[in-house]
């Protein structure tokens, strides 16, 4: 299991990842992740509200987020909305994870079916 204060070993799914991604760019509210998890992945990824916020609960319990007290301007906000940002473990976390996909990605495109046609027809 996971460290619970960490985050080290935590595997991630691809809703915590893109989770963690959206809160890459700074700290969001649920709602606010959620449109950015739709348009970041080209509509392919839509959380649920379920899904949502059980993944919160999850990162938030491994110490990947942290629920924030700072809030935009009062008066353009909804008190009741609870923002989110990446902590330094979660950072980590994602980091670790992107850069294994970069590796995986690289392993692909060495692959012969997946080579890029030559000038002249060769592979």
Do not use: C, W
Not at 64 to 72: F, Q, S
Not at 88 to 107: A, S
């Amino acid at each position: 299991m996971a460290d619970q204060q960490s985050g080290s070993d935590f595997s991630l799914t691809p809703a915590t990842f893109h989770i963690l991604l959206a809160l890459a760019d700074g700290e969001r509210h649920g709602y606010a992740i959620m449109q950015a998890v739709a348009q970041e992945t080209g509509g392919t990824m839509r959380l649920g509200p379920g899904t949502l916020y059980r993944s919160i609960r999850v990162m938030l319990a491994h110490n990947l987020i942290a629920e924030t007290d700072e809030r935009p301007d009062p008066t353009l906000d909804d008190e009741r909305r609870r923002y989110y940002r990446l902590t330094d473990p979660g950072k980590h976390v994602l980091q670790t994870e992107i850069e294994r996909l970069i590796r995986i990605v690289q392993l692909a495109q060495a692959k012969p079916l997946l080579a890029k046609p030559q000038p002249g027809g060769a592979l």
